[in-house]
């Protein structure tokens, strides 16, 4: 089923792109371009990114980072 008329993106094609790590419309539309021409699909993929089509955003809502934290750097002190 088409999400993206205007791409001719599928539901299965979001739900890929949000299993390679894509969690907003944004991160959507930039790997296919779908939601960058009319609009009218944003609304269809906000709800199935809302429906745990994303893994990180179950990670996060179970309480873990989404993204790793980096290392503290300790600096050296000012002379
Ligand atoms: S239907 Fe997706 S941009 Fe038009």
Known sequence: MFVCSCFG???AQV???A???ACTPR????ACK?????GGCVRRI???LGRGAC???ELVEQGEAAVAL??????????
């Open 55 to 57: 893994p990180r955003r």
């Open 15 to 17: 739900k890929q792109h």
């Open 46 to 48: 906000q709800a199935l």
């Open 34 to 38: 779908a939601g960058t021409d009319c």
């Open 19 to 21: 299993a390679d790590g």
């Open 70 to 79: 980096a290392p503290r750097v300790e600096l050296p002190e000012a002379a």
């Open 27 to 30: 991160q959507i539309a930039s």
């Open 9 to 11: 993106v599928t539901e």
